[in-house]
């Protein structure tokens, strides 16, 4: 191990097994036999920051080669579930809404709770550097990490935990477990909750560490997957920014030089084509590395850029010249607006409010119209609880059914006339969206949807189907943020 942290990293491979072998009795040292199966095993570091970018602990992780295992013989089933983020959003929300206490927890060596299912039975080697009495191997009794099954297996353990003690899984979202004094949202390992009282979170926390669940309590959620959440009581506000992430953003595209000045819009006014006959790009940064970390920006606290960056996401297995710039631009843009980020304010007014929106065709006209990804539209939209953002798509649109009343601002009055026209009236040319036009009909008609005529300029639905005008964006981007 060559690493100037070398040091730093043993401490955390020594802790690591300490905690797996002695602790958790994850595994029993047996000899090796000749009919046995035996995964081999690596070693997975990881260097956990805090949202600002701060190193806040090494990490070495003992891991099975999952890729490895061969399907009914060392693993059945596999698929985990994982919270939404318009689940974290809306908790977040009604947290401000309705001045819940909130406390986050991590649990440590979390996928090793679990034992193994029955009739599972899996044999691995030894950890390298750690070798010890020739040729034995791990007979695992835990779910150690890298395991296929691991993650569904300590979903399934830490779900059993939380319905013994009151709460019930949501049918929206099973990540989301809901009590008669407290709510629970899970993201594998991390942990937020909400309560009226802390003394009601501090008593579940308790229960749960007493049953031999290692939770640690990290205190009030200031800070979740990488999200920095800064709280304002007084004014009932919650805003969600990621300096840190979009800092490396701006690095990684090398515009830090006082050269590259900010820009006010992230996208270019026309849409970005496929740009076949274009030169390729010049490979001065990791074009898909930084639209990975595009895309878990704009996902979790930046709306502002999803249509930008969807639109460079769409090249990310052969980009060009044009492509490059583009995200440069992005880059440019955040740059300007490195601290910003989305401000959940709620409204006195319960209600959910949704602004579609789509481009047809957008990109017919600006690449070969002999291409048939030419005339497919753009569709987008945002969806407000309380009149906070919760969930958008700049991609696809989906069917959202709820039971509560649902305010939809449209813009387009063919489509308002066509979703209020009684008797309803169809014709061949529109058989292919017959069924889902009827079925949104009947919540029309039943007030579980309520249409409203929006102006062009409030429509927050533009902002993910369309490069626009910086005193356009500037206003929606207002609206919808907060800044």
């Not at 669940?213 to 969600?240: M, N, P, Y």
Request: proline content about 5%; charged content about 25%; glycine content about 6%.
């Amino acid at each position: 191990m060559n690493s100037p942290d070398s040091d730093k990293w043993f401490e955390a491979m020594e802790e690591e097994l300490t905690t797996l072998e002695h602790d958790l009795a994850a595994w029993d040292l047996v000899p090796r036999e000749p009919w046995m199966h035996v995964l081999p095993s690596t070693w997975a570091f990881h260097i956990k920051r805090f949202p600002n970018g701060l190193v806040k602990k090494f990490k070495a992780r003992f891991c099975v080669r999952g890729d490895c295992q061969k399907e009914g013989i060392d693993f059945w089933e596999t698929w985990p579930p994982v919270v939404q983020w318009s689940t974290v959003r809306l908790m977040m929300t009604l947290a401000a809404k309705l001045d819940l206490c909130s406390a986050q927890a991590d649990i440590t060596a979390a996928f090793v709770h679990a034992d193994l299912e029955p009739g599972e039975q899996i044999f691995v080697r030894q950890p390298a550097g750690f070798q010890r009495d020739g040729d034995h191997v791990l007979s695992l009794k835990r779910t150690v990490y890298g395991l296929r099954q691991a993650p569904r297996s300590f979903f399934r353990y830490l779900s059993r935990s939380l319905t013994l003690h009151g709460l019930v899984q949501s049918d929206l979202d099973p990540c989301l477990f809901i009590g008669k004094h407290i709510i629970v949202v899970v993201y594998i390992d991390d942990l937020l909750f909400y309560s009226k009282s802390m003394d009601t979170i501090d008593s579940l926390i308790s229960a749960l560490h007493d049953e031999g669940i290692w939770i640690r309590k990290e205190g009030s959620a200031e800070g979740f997957l990488g999200v920095d959440v800064t709280r304002d009581t007084s004014s009932r506000r919650i805003t969600l920014t990621q300096t840190g992430l979009t800092q490396r953003i701006v690095e990684a595209l090398g515009l830090c030089s006082h050269s590259f000045t900010a820009l006010s819009t992230p996208p270019e006014s026309a849409p970005l084509p496929k740009d076949s006959e274009g030169d390729l790009a010049s490979g001065a940064f990791n074009y898909a590395a930084v639209v990975g970390m595009l895309l878990y920006l704009s996902g979790h606290s930046r709306p502002d850029i999803a249509f930008a960056v969807h639109q460079c996401a769409r090249y990310t297995f052969r980009p060009t010249r044009k492509h490059e710039l583009a995200l440069i631009r992005i880059g440019r843009y955040l740059k300007g607006t490195m601290d910003k980020g989305l401000i959940l304010s709620p409204s006195d007014e319960a209600r959910i409010d949704c602004f579609p929106d789509a481009d047809f065709a957008g990109l017919y006209g600006h690449e070969d119209s002999q291409d048939p990804h030419c005339a497919r539209s753009r569709t987008g939209f945002v969806i407000l609880a309380f009149g906070c953002p919760v969930l958008w798509k700049s991609r696809l649109q989906t069917e959202i059914a709820l039971s509560t009343m649902i305010k939809i601002h449209e813009d387009n009055v063919g489509a308002l006339t066509l979703a209020g026209l009684e008797p309803r009236r169809m014709t061949p040319r529109s058989k292919h969206y017959a069924i889902k036009y009827h079925w949104f009909c009947e919540h029309v008609a039943a007030r579980r949807v309520q249409l409203v005529k929006v102006e062009t300029h409030n429509q927050l639905g533009d902002l993910f189907t369309k490069g626009l005008p910086f005193p356009a964006f500037s206003h929606l981007r207002s609206m919808l943020m907060g800044w």
